[in-house]
């Protein structure tokens, strides 16, 4: 499939998902999106999305597609659950701010292994280290003002589900590995 046939995809995806809130709000009162919430929702999938195609297309077998398609969801829920609700704490929490490194260092990690199954590989587990440890510094060394605590969720609840996130990048990091041990070859054309 061509370079432009997959953005189309990316964008008619992202239209369709963007429909299910809006049909929601004809529907629920309980759900209410601003012309805002779209936007950034909007930008949100469509990014993820060209993102995966643009670095799925590096990989030649369907281990690698899947380890980015897994990283690129670690991420896009990582960004969304943060605006939404916050990862420690609620969303006004300063703390929060700390989850960008996991980003960072996927991001870099990717840039310095050139795409390639094995860095990769690191690039993710590393950014499980780094969300283990963002996550332990927000919850015990950064404690959170009075005003941005959550008191209704348990400690358990948060590391739990924080847990589930960095076994996502840990899943990403298993399965580049994967690709690399069957021969993987970076393609070096995107298009």
Same mark, same amino acid.
């Given at each position: 499939?061509?370079?432009?046939?997959?953005?189309?995809?990316?964008?008619?995806?992202?239209?369709?998902?963007?429909?299910?809130?809006?049909?929601?709000?004809?529907?629920?009162?309980?759900?209410?999106?601003?012309?805002?919430?779209?936007?950034?929702?909007?930008?949100?999938?469509? &990014?993820?999305?060209?993102?995966?195609?643009?670095?799925?297309? %590096?990989?030649?077998?369907?281990?690698? $597609?899947?380890?980015?398609?897994?990283?690129?969801?670690?991420?896009?829920?990582?960004?969304?659950?943060?605006?939404?609700?916050?990862?420690?704490?609620?969303?006004?929490?300063?703390?929060?701010?700390?989850?960008?490194?996991?980003?960072?260092?996927?991001?870099?990690?990717?840039?310095?292994? $050139?795409?390639?199954?094995?860095?990769?590989?690191?690039?993710?587990?590393?950014?499980?280290?780094?969300?283990?440890?963002?996550?332990?510094?927000?919850?015990?060394?950064?404690?959170?003002?009075?005003?941005?605590?959550?008191?209704?969720? &348990?400690?358990?609840?948060?590391?739990?589900?924080?847990?589930?996130?960095?076994?996502?990048?840990?899943?990403?990091?298993?399965?580049? $590995?994967?690709?690399?041990?069957?021969?993987?070859? %970076?393609?070096?054309?995107?298009?």
């Amino acid at each position: 499939m061509t370079l432009t046939k997959s953005i189309i995809r990316v964008a008619l995806s992202t239209a369709l998902l963007l429909l299910i809130p809006l049909v929601a709000m004809q529907f629920n009162t309980g759900v209410t999106w601003t012309l805002f919430d779209f936007v950034v929702a909007g930008i949100l999938l469509f &990014g993820a999305g060209l993102l995966f195609v643009l670095i799925a297309r %590096l990989g030649n077998n369907s281990a690698y $597609r899947l380890a980015v398609g897994v990283a690129v969801a670690a991420g896009l829920l990582l960004v969304w659950a943060n605006l939404a609700v916050g990862l420690v704490g609620s969303e006004n929490n300063p703390a929060n701010l700390l989850y960008g490194s996991v980003l960072v260092v996927a991001f870099i990690g990717a840039l310095v292994a $050139r795409f390639r199954p094995l860095g990769m590989s690191r690039a993710m587990f590393g950014a499980a280290l780094t969300y283990v440890l963002v996550t332990a510094v927000a919850l015990f060394i950064w404690k959170p003002p009075v005003a941005t605590a959550e008191p209704s969720v &348990g400690l358990v609840n948060v590391l739990v589900a924080n847990g589930l996130f960095a076994a996502l990048w840990a899943a990403s990091g298993w399965l580049f $590995r994967r690709a690399s041990g069957t021969g993987s070859l %970076l393609s070096h054309q995107l298009a």
